[in-house]
């Protein structure tokens, strides 16, 4: 075990089966049938992306944890096949970069901008979750438990989120948390008092941070709440 800065970052990689995605099913308003309807169409056309499945010939196992390398332009094994599951080898050595810092805005934010294929990072993962992506866990020497790290295309992504706001996002989005159970009021697209604690609500209740925003952690286990 090598010893690296404060002490040392173990990785892990995980495959799984194949899984079933959430289906998404609207709300019944008869005054917003034809919008609810279209919403709803639209999520349940977004089912996982070959990428995001874990293939058929995956192993049923997981790969053995192993320590951080020395030489940082190594990328470590089980990083490596995490990232190629994805299609996302080529950024070997920058997401690894972004794992020794705990820095992964950028290499995020770049992946996204190139692929579609979005981060998401949780303490907490879901059995449905684990059935269906594949996920790579760390653990940093001051951490009590892992952290878990996978990747999906998603169909939703809210970019602003505030009282009187309206967009087709924050229908979807009331769609998704009334699914939930966490949303009673009307589906008309607008940020609300109601739609505002629904998600700290959510997020309080899924151990993700309770910021009020529905990030894209809080919308991804949205998405996947049966």
Same mark, same amino acid.
């Given at each position: 075990?090598?010893?690296? /800065? ?37 999520? @349940? ?5 070959? &990428?995001?499945?874990?293939? /058929?010939? /995956?192993? @049923?196992?997981? =790969? ?11 990328? $470590?094994? &089980? =990083?490596?096949?995490?990232?190629? &599951? ?17 820095? %992964?805005?950028?290499? /995020? &934010? ?9 981060? *998401? ?6 059995? $449905? ?24 295309? $998603? ?5 602003? %989120? ?47 941070? *309770? ?16």
């Amino acid at each position: 075990v090598i010893g690296i /800065a404060a002490g040392t970052f173990f990785y892990q990689y995980t495959q799984t089966g194949p899984g079933q995605e959430t289906v998404i099913m609207a709300a019944e308003k008869d005054i917003l049938v034809r919008r609810v309807e279209q919403a709803a169409s639209r999520i @349940d056309a977004a089912g996982p992306e070959e &990428s995001d499945r874990p293939s /058929a010939a /995956a192993a @049923d196992k997981a =790969v053995p944890a192993e320590p951080l390398q020395a030489d940082p332009s190594q990328v $470590p094994d &089980s =990083v490596g096949h995490f990232l190629t &599951s994805y299609g996302l080898q080529s950024y070997g050595q920058s997401f690894q970069h972004a794992l020794d810092h705990r820095d %992964f805005k950028d290499t /995020a &934010s770049r992946i996204f901008d190139q692929t579609g294929l979005q981060l *998401i990072r949780l303490s907490h993962l879901p059995e $449905p979750v684990k059935e269906t992506y594949h996920v790579l866990s760390t653990q940093y020497p001051d951490d009590r438990s892992p952290q878990y790290c996978l990747f999906w295309k $998603p169909w939703l992504v809210v970019i602003k %989120f505030y009282s009187g706001f309206k967009g087709e996002e924050i229908t979807d989005l009331q769609i998704l948390l009334k699914k939930a159970g966490f949303y009673d009021g009307n589906i008309d697209g607008i940020v609300g008092q109601i739609i505002l604690k629904s998600v700290k609500d959510f997020q309080r209740n899924h151990n993700l941070p *309770i910021t009020g925003f529905p990030d894209p952690e809080t919308v991804f286990l949205m998405a996947h709440t049966t």
